[in-house]
């Protein structure tokens, strides 16, 4: 039971299927795995390997009258899969937060980052508007962000792409949500961008004990921030293992390919350290 407990994520015989023209494809199959309170668990694979799906089912963001989700998907025990909207949208955001690849397609262009941050707040929390304003302004000192009073007044496009990865970061964490998922978190960043979301991500967890599913196909990324690492492979699993286990010992042969491809992300110092 212990063990149960302590899966705060746990993802059973993911079965995902898309009809098209031509009929029904598949695009991930027999997935399995589980995610541990404030642990970092890091899903691997080249684009196509069904990464994104995965994360996308779990958060049942796919559109339901193209594509049949089977299995089971449960977040601290509770059943995800087919929940209907309104339900889901209650635990979106609150319980399990999402960081997107691409951080300018999170906001809408016609709202100040202010209206949109305060908004996402109060529809999980009984605050009021000033209460609420006064925990944005906090959750966004909390990822380094400069004046964010002023920050609040701007509009998406005025704001770096670096800027706005940490309004999201800050946006996903100021609710202490149990799980983020963190898609592509720096691909959009430079390198100096990268290191202080990848900071702020791993603050968050050690702070909050929160629980991160790190996609991403950059295995330096993943060498420093994950635990545990699950290697996808045309919709499949073909590996899971623990970080050090993956990087000194692949029994992959597809793993092994990605290793020998890496283009290591170089840290002068762990990120632990930096915090």
């Known amino acids: 039971m212990r063990t149960e407990r302590s899966n705060v994520l ?38 196509g390997s069904g990464k994104t799906v995965t994360s996308m089912s779990i958060l049942q963001l796919l559109d339901r009258k193209t594509t049949t989700i089977e299995g089971s998907i449960t977040l601290q025990g509770r059943e995800l899969n ?21 951080p300018m397609n999170s906001f809408t262009p016609v709202f100040t980052i202010g209206n949109q941050f305060i908004e996402t707040i109060r529809s999980h929390t009984s605050l009021n ?35 706005l990865q940490r309004v999201m970061i800050a946006m996903a964490a100021c609710l202490h949500p149990s799980v983020i998922i963190a898609d592509e978190p720096t691909t959009a960043l430079d390198v100096h961008n990268q290191l202080q979301v990848l900071r702020h991500l791993d603050k968050i967890r050690s702070e909050y004990g929160t629980s991160i599913l790190l996609i991403s196909h950059d295995l330096g990324v993943i060498s420093e921030m994950a635990d545990d690492v699950v290697v996808m492979q045309h919709g499949r699993i073909v590996e ?36």
């Open 10 to 47: 746990k993802v059973s015989d993911l079965h995902v299927q898309v009809q098209t023209k031509d009929g029904a494809s598949t695009l991930v199959q027999d997935i399995n795995f589980e995610l541990k309170k404030g642990r970092v668990l890091g899903l691997v694979g080249e684009s």
């Open 240 to 275: 899971t293992a623990n970080v050090f286990e993956l990087f000194d010992n692949p029994q992959h042969e597809y793993t092994k390919k990605l290793l020998n491809a890496r283009l290591t992300l170089n840290l002068e110092e762990p990120i632990a350290h930096m915090l």
């Open 82 to 102: 087919g929940l209907d909207d309104k339900e889901i949208r209650k635990i979106r955001g609150k319980d399990i937060a999402f960081i997107m690849q691409n």
């Open 129 to 163: 508007k000033k209460q609420a304003k006064e925990l944005a302004i906090d959750a966004m000192q909390n990822v380094n962000l400069p004046d964010p009073a002023k920050l609040l007044k701007s509009y998406p496009f005025q704001l770096s792409g670096g800027m």
